[in-house]
């Protein structure tokens, strides 16, 4: 059983409209979780962290975390053409775990933002 | 700032060849230093990671080694490529006790 999973997509919104990307986890003992948004043919660019449960906005982004759901999300309101991307979920231990910096990834969920 | 280097970009090799990828982080001191591979469509595998120099974890057993002759220089190599060797290798580097990992460009690599 993977221990990130996302749903693989497409997902495909209308321009302006919110993207809502999903990733559940395995490990209870995760505490720190990021998203990454990558290009085709590009290396994952960190767009948000998240480290305590609730919502944590950034611009346009929001992540949302809830810990007893084991449920990280990521929403991207007015969503725009150059959002298309890959969006990949990871999820890593506190660094004081003995695997700390070793962060999981999921395989991605890939957004279409049609103009 | 800090930035991450990766060479070559991209890489087409026969089977049975030899191989080496590079890796060096400018700006930062003391980073620990992550090798992944990601196939087609798929999520990142880690494959080594290292905390200082001449440390080096593997994650998954496999025809690949990593060295770190240099504090910010992380080697991937092998001796004797397979057609599975195929893929996108990805650096990545992060402070430690940091959580937030930052990629280098990757290197395209296709076994033929």
């Known amino acids: 059983q993977k221990e990130v999973e996302q749903n693989s997509g497409p997902l495909s919104v209308p321009e302006g409209a919110i993207a809502s990307l999903n990733c559940t986890y395995s490990?209870?003992?995760?505490?720190?979780f990021f998203w990454y948004r990558q290009y085709s043919g590009k290396s994952p660019e960190l767009i948000m962290s998240i480290y305590s449960n609730g919502d944590k906005e950034d611009g346009r982004f929001t992540a949302q975390l809830n810990k007893a759901s084991q449920y990280v999300s990521l929403l991207i309101r007015d969503s725009q053409p150059s959002d298309s991307a890959t969006y990949l979920c990871a999820v890593t231990p506190g660094w004081r775990d003995t695997n700390a910096g070793k962060s999981t990834f999921g395989d991605g969920t890939t957004l279409t933002v049609k103009p | 700032s800090q930035t991450i280097h990766q060479w070559p970009a991209t890489l087409v090799q026969p089977v049975g060849s030899p191989l080496s990828l590079e890796c060096t982080v400018e700006?930062?001191?003391?980073?620990?230093l992550y090798w992944y591979r990601q196939a087609a469509g798929r999520g990142l595998q880690l494959l080594f990671y290292s905390v200082g120099i001449g440390q080096i974890s593997s994650e998954v057993p496999q025809n690949l080694s990593a060295s770190r002759p240099q504090d910010r220089q992380f080697i991937l190599s092998s001796k004797k490529l397979l057609l599975s060797d195929s893929g996108f290798y990805l650096c990545?580097?992060?402070?430690?006790?940091?959580?937030?990992?930052?990629f280098g460009p990757g290197t395209r690599l296709l076994v033929l």
């Open positions: 700006g930062t001191s003391n980073p620990n």
């Open positions: 490990d209870r003992v995760s505490q720190s």
């Open positions: 990545a580097w992060r402070r430690a006790r940091k959580e937030t990992q930052y």
